[in-house]
């Protein structure tokens, strides 16, 4: 199955990447620049398709970014610190960003004659994230159905999409994932700042798959604080 790779340069959509660089027959990563605050993601989206040997794109959809205001990746707000099931984490979400994206994806992957999209939502997203839930891709996949009918037939594929973010973990160990080539930090500083949500979820992920994390962290205690009175999903 030729397989588009949604890849933003964060530790799911790498995974992602070598796993259906495993499964599938990996055609290319797509990445989006849509302003979000800093573009270093972006760079290790890059280094994978490298490692990986295949075509990266970059689209800039940062007019459409423009105007989906009110999101602490778009607009100059703080970064909360703390677990990403806190209230305080939903200034992180960008409306509407994946459905936007994977109309995208699913347009060019119908250009390409490939015969599926792959995008690395998970369980832990669905907290905060409603488009990272297996009811929109469900729905999305019904109207990309209707979109496409009689031009291509394109597979919306989410493996990880039912799992914790610690799956992802055991399942990038398994196919070889070099996680210290991924970024997942939403301050985009020299490394890891270790406190803002998506720190605090990496660096429990590790613990919880029992793989040794070589992410380089400005506080690398914080998370035990910040986890202490969470269970993780599907944990």
């Given at each position: 199955?030729?397989?588009?790779?949604?890849?933003?340069?964060?530790?799911?959509?790498?995974?992602?990447?070598?796993?259906?660089?495993?499964?599938?027959?990996?055609?290319?990563?797509?990445?989006f620049d849509y302003g979000q605050r800093h573009k270093k993601e972006l760079e290790f989206a890059?280094?994978?398709?490298?490692?990986?040997?295949?075509?990266?794109?970059?689209?800039?959809?940062?007019?459409?970014?423009?105007?989906?205001?009110?999101?602490?990746?778009?607009?100059?707000?703080?970064?909360?610190?703390?677990?990403?099931?806190?209230?305080?984490?939903?200034?992180?979400?960008?409306?509407?960003?994946?459905?936007?994206?994977?109309?995208?994806?699913?347009?060019?992957?119908?250009?390409?004659?490939?015969?599926?999209?792959?995008?690395?939502?998970?369980?832990?997203?669905?907290?905060?994230?409603?488009?990272?839930?297996?009811?929109?891709?469900?729905?999305?996949?019904?109207?990309?159905?209707?979109?496409?009918?009689?031009?291509?037939?394109?597979?919306?594929?989410?493996?990880?999409?039912?799992?914790?973010?610690?799956?992802?973990?055991?399942?990038?160990?398994?196919?070889?994932?070099?996680?210290?080539?991924?970024?997942?930090?939403?301050?985009?500083?020299?490394?890891?700042?270790?406190?803002?949500?998506?720190?605090?979820?990496?660096?429990?992920?590790?613990?919880?798959?029992?793989?040794?994390?070589?992410?380089?962290?400005?506080?690398?205690?914080?998370?035990?604080?910040?986890?202490?009175?969470?269970?993780?999903?599907?944990?």
């Open positions: 199955m030729k397989t588009l790779v949604v890849c933003s340069g964060g530790l799911d959509s790498v995974s992602l990447a070598y796993k259906i660089a495993s499964e599938q027959q990996l055609i290319g990563l797509l990445s890059a280094r994978a398709a490298k490692a990986l040997g295949v075509p990266h794109q970059i689209i800039d959809i940062t007019t459409i970014g423009k105007s989906l205001t009110g999101s602490a990746l778009t607009d100059d707000l703080d970064v909360p610190d703390g677990h990403y099931a806190e209230e305080t984490m939903k200034i992180t979400v960008v409306p509407n960003r994946n459905a936007i994206m994977l109309a995208i994806a699913f347009g060019v992957a119908a250009a390409k004659k490939a015969d599926a999209v792959a995008v690395a939502v998970h369980g832990g997203d669905h907290f905060i994230y409603p488009d990272c839930r297996p009811g929109f891709i469900d729905a999305f996949q019904t109207m990309q159905n209707h979109a496409l009918e009689g031009y291509a037939d394109v597979t919306l594929l989410s493996p990880f999409v039912t799992v914790p973010k610690s799956e992802i973990v055991v399942q990038g160990a398994k196919y070889g994932t070099p996680f210290a080539d991924t970024w997942s930090c939403y301050k985009g500083g020299a490394r890891h700042c270790g406190r803002c949500g998506t720190c605090v979820e990496r660096r429990e992920a590790f613990h919880l798959a029992g793989v040794v994390d070589p992410t380089e962290y400005e506080d690398p205690d914080f998370w035990r604080a910040a986890t202490s009175g969470f269970k993780a999903e599907g944990v």
